[in-house]
């Protein structure tokens, strides 16, 4: 079986596939001094409650945080005897093109939410994560990637709010009952949360309006739904679409380097 790993900046996501569906899926924090052995304690905790019977064979990893690959190695030499393939590295084959500035470096999961999006609906696509950052990624017609674009993210957006203003309180970002509050938290919340929607419409509308076509827009990540339900900014979302695309780029790796 393969293990899919996807290590973001805040969070990272283990997902176990058996060639036709995921088995498990868990989160745990990113911490970068976290041991091989202790992610495999984790893992086989978890495992040994879901009384899972599994024997996984093959690991893929897409790190936005380099240090962690190490251990994420070691885990797989350690405990699955097997090389990870990890995005990023020249030995892993993507399924897509990467049309950017000569030189430029494009994170791994923006790479990874491309494969996916244009494996699950096609090309001409917006994918919006809303993750430690926000990140457009513009897929064309045939799924390469063409760029994108960089903003904070909302919880980063807040927690800088709180930080920088002793006065302000630190909130959870929801949808406030009116646009004009009534008191501190109110106020925090509907400049977070109506600001987020003028982003994401106006990014994705000049987006469209500079490609010269129309685009489908998909959102991933934790907060998306929040938005989604409010104002209705994207043909639809789609979650775990990060943890989908290594299975896709384990797949074509498997098949080209078969052949």
């Given at each position: 079986?393969?293990?899919?790993?996807d290590?973001?900046?805040?969070?990272?996501?283990?997902?176990?596939?058996?060639?036709?569906r995921?088995?498990?899926?868990?989160r745990?924090?990113?911490?970068?001094?976290?041991?091989?052995?202790?992610?495999?304690?984790?893992?086989?905790?978890?495992?040994?409650?879901?009384?899972?019977?599994v024997?996984?064979?093959?690991?893929?990893?897409?790190?936005?945080?380099?240090?962690?690959?190490?251990?994420?190695?070691?885990?797989?030499?350690?405990?699955?005897?097997c090389?990870p393939?990890?995005?990023?590295?020249?030995?892993c084959l993507?399924?897509?093109?990467v049309?950017?500035?000569?030189?430029?470096?494009?994170?791994?999961?923006?790479?990874?939410n491309?494969v996916?999006?244009?494996?699950?609906?096609?090309?001409?696509?917006?994918?919006?994560?809303?993750?430690?950052?926000?990140?457009?990624?513009?897929?064309?017609?045939?799924g390469a990637?063409?760029?994108?674009?960089?903003?904070?993210?909302?919880?980063?957006?807040?927690?800088?709010?709180?930080?920088?203003?002793?006065?302000l309180?630190?909130?959870?970002?929801?949808?406030?009952?009116?646009?004009?509050?009534t008191?501190?938290?109110a106020?925090?919340?509907?400049?977070?949360?109506?600001?987020?929607?003028?982003?994401?419409?106006?990014?994705?509308?000049?987006?469209?309006?500079?490609?010269?076509?129309?685009?489908?827009?998909i959102?991933?990540?934790?907060?998306?739904?929040?938005?989604?339900?409010?104002?209705?900014?994207?043909?639809?979302?789609?979650?775990?679409l990060?943890?989908?695309?290594?299975?896709?780029?384990?797949?074509?790796?498997k098949?080209?380097?078969?052949?």
């Amino acid at each position: 079986m393969l293990l899919a790993i996807d290590c973001g900046n805040t969070n990272t996501v283990f997902s176990i596939w058996d060639g036709t569906r995921f088995v498990a899926t868990w989160r745990t924090s990113t911490e970068w001094q976290r041991t091989a052995d202790q992610y495999y304690v984790w893992l086989s905790t978890l495992i040994s409650l879901h009384k899972l019977d599994v024997q996984i064979s093959e690991v893929i990893v897409s790190s936005t945080v380099p240090r962690v690959v190490f251990n994420l190695r070691v885990l797989s030499d350690r405990y699955f005897n097997c090389r990870p393939l990890v995005v990023g590295k020249p030995e892993c084959l993507l399924p897509i093109d990467v049309r950017v500035d000569q030189g430029t470096a494009v994170g791994p999961d923006r790479l990874v939410n491309t494969v996916a999006g244009h494996d699950l609906y096609g090309g001409d696509l917006i994918v919006v994560d809303f993750g430690t950052a926000t990140t457009f990624d513009v897929v064309a017609e045939d799924g390469a990637y063409v760029g994108g674009v960089i903003a904070p993210g909302v919880n980063l957006s807040l927690e800088a709010l709180h930080n920088a203003a002793a006065a302000l309180p630190h909130v959870d970002i929801s949808k406030p009952q009116s646009v004009v509050g009534t008191n501190t938290v109110a106020c925090m919340q509907s400049g977070v949360f109506w600001g987020y929607i003028g982003l994401v419409r106006e990014i994705c509308a000049r987006i469209r309006a500079e490609r010269g076509r129309e685009m489908k827009i998909i959102s991933t990540g934790g907060l998306a739904p929040l938005f989604q339900q409010s104002e209705a900014l994207f043909d639809d979302f789609a979650d775990n679409l990060t943890i989908h695309g290594l299975t896709v780029i384990h797949r074509y790796n498997k098949e080209n380097k078969s052949a």
